[in-house]
């Protein structure tokens, strides 16, 4: 049995929230407008779980990761998902060398942040390359495991589907995802700081014109993931994720709840977000801050009700509102 771990002091929750203030803070340097956006993937990052990011084509999406990646001091890759994207493309092949031997060549999947850029555009065999590299941390290839590294994560953006030639995700998938965050069209004010950076000489496509800095490394990440798991729960917040992701299970809005693995992603998010607060506890507001990123994705909302305006987000804010909080 794995030990229990050992629950973080005052002064380390403190000390770990300033190393991940840091990596928010270089990111809103970089990608103006989506504070939101930077912290519910700042948090995944932190409780090691994948990220799905939905928005419409050139807000940030794939500069967000990129700028990631630059902050940590970790290996970024990117897929482009297309029609004819083959699973093979994705996790690599084997190759016969010599006479009777076969040598695997690795695909993108083996790096350390991995971006699967408009993942609904390729159909669903070839979005199912993942599933394995996302549960297990392996791909297996020919009938031979290859273990992906330590801080392998999964960032993935889609369009909207409602986006011509896009291909839904199989639920198998999208519950993998620990978030689903949504990054929108940035205020005006915020656009046209956007446009002063680019007059000064950013450029997406470059990145040496970020002015970004690392702000730790593989090691450091680890410490971070180390510390969240040290987030005090008390039973009764244990309760309160139990009641809401349950909930979802019998309201009259949704025909889809979320599988006990929104439970424990909810249960992750929240201590990953004690942590960026400095506490070594979690409290309810944990809880609520991030249960819309957590389900939204997980759930689906009846066909009728959707022709009103009703959205997986309004859906959960009113299941939630239900559930008394802790006190």
């Known amino acids: 049995m794995t030990a229990d771990p050992i629950p973080l002091s005052p002064e380390e929750a403190a000390s770990h929230a300033a190393a991940a203030r840091r990596l928010v803070e270089a990111l809103e340097g970089v990608v103006l407008g989506q504070p939101a956006a930077i912290r519910e993937t700042v948090a995944a990052l932190l409780a090691r779980g994948h990220v799905l990011l939905e928005g419409v084509p050139g807000t940030a999406k794939t500069l967000l990761i990129r700028a990631l990646g630059l902050a940590l001091g970790l290996e970024f ?12 493309d994705i996790t690599g092949v084997s190759l016969l060398t010599t006479p009777g031997t076969f040598s695997f060549r690795p695909g993108p999947i083996f790096g350390d942040l991995v971006l699967g850029d408009e993942i609904n555009r390729a159909p ?13 941390r392996r791909v297996t290839v020919d009938g031979t495991s290859h273990v992906l590294p330590e801080a392998f994560t999964v960032f993935a953006t889609q369009n909207p589907i409602e986006f011509e030639g896009t291909y839904p995700l199989p639920e198998a998938e999208l519950d993998r995802f620990l978030v689903k965050v949504l990054v929108g069209y ?8 956007i446009l002063e950076r680019v ?25 971070l993931r180390d510390a969240v798991r040290r987030v005090r729960v008390e039973p009764s917040l244990v309760a309160y994720v139990t009641s ?3 909930a979802t299970r019998t309201a009259p809005v949704l025909t889809l709840g979320a599988s ?32 819309t990123a957590v389900l939204r994705h997980r759930i689906a909302v009846a066909p009728e009700l959707e022709l ?11 299941i939630i509102e239900k559930i008394e909080a802790p006190r």
Do not use: H, N
Not at 186 to 193: D, I, K, L, S
Not at 308 to 318: K, V, Y
């Open 244 to 246: 809401i992701v349950r």
């Open 77 to 88: 890759r990117r897929i482009q998902f297309t029609p004819d994207l083959m699973p093979s």
């Open 260 to 291: 006990p693995r929104g439970s424990v992603a909810l249960l992750k998010m929240a201590q990953a977000a004690a942590l960026l607060d400095g506490r070594p506890y979690v409290v309810p507001d944990d809880v609520k801050e991030l249960a």
């Open 308 to 318: 009103e305006g009703i959205t997986a987000d309004t859906a959960l804010r009113g």
């Open 199 to 223: 007059l000064g000489g950013f450029e997406a496509d470059l990145p040496p014109s970020y002015g970004i800095e690392r702000v730790t490394d593989g090691a450091g990440l680890a410490r």
């Open 124 to 136: 669903a065999k070839t979005q199912a390359a993942l599933l394995e590299a996302m549960q297990e």
């Open 186 to 193: 940035p205020e005006e004010r915020v656009e046209q700081g």
